[in-house]
């Protein structure tokens, strides 16, 4: 079919295969994790309180890597801000992957974090708050070009909506560290986001997006919560 239909029975990430035909033959390309497909049920009713303090709890949050290389969401044991355990993206490896392959660009690396599937339709007032901790390896505002954005979905992920941008000078809480650092726990910094009373039904998802810079350096979340009266 030149516009084909699929459907999935099960949640979770898909690989897709496209084939084309022609009168000279056919080819085909392969890419793996490239569909999420979201539970069809809530897997969190009311409040959510995450604080990444194990790797079970942190497999239960979906991520994608675009890109397919070796910058990706995984969890760290060794740091958190009040307790060890949390989830890091070694975005600091962003920069070598870059330049070894197009060197003079400035292109960036995009890596996701999905909550799990949410039911806020009893909840009010709706709070999401998260900590992070994050350094620069460039002492020049203008060449932190990496960004961390929140996103709001209730149709399962077929439309995103901006909730919190955090880029430029305004996303470091560490100061300039080389690559690789590991957060002290001064480096940690709260967010608060007040989100609209259109998220207050089932079949919310958040996400946290991370596009490189050319300078990036590892970036860690800690304790993410929805609070509000239930």
Known sequence: EQNPTVTFAEPGAHTITLTCNNDFGSSSVT???EVQIGSGWSEVDGLLNEPFNNLNAFQTWPSL???????YWGWN????????????????ETYYLIQDAFPGNTFSDRDILLTPTLDLSN????????????????????????SLRV??????????LVRKTLSGPELVTAGIASAGYTPTPADWRQVSITLPPTLKTNHVRLKFEYNSGLFSNDIFIYDVNIDGTV
């Not at 890597?65 to 910058?71: I, L």
């Not at 044991?77 to 600091?92: D, E, I, R």
């Not at 009010?124 to 505002?141: D, E, G, L, N």
């Open 31 to 33: 890419k793996e994790h």
């Open 65 to 71: 890597n675009y890109e397919s290389n070796s910058t």
């Open 77 to 92: 044991s060794s740091v958190g801000h009040n307790a060890p355990g949390c989830a890091k993206l070694n975005a600091s």
């Open 123 to 146: 909840v009010s007032s709706i709070q999401f708050k998260f900590w992070y901790a994050y350094a620069t390896r460039t002492s020049v505002s203008a060449d932190i070009t990496e």
């Open 151 to 160: 996103y709001s979905s209730t149709d399962c992920g077929k439309t995103w």
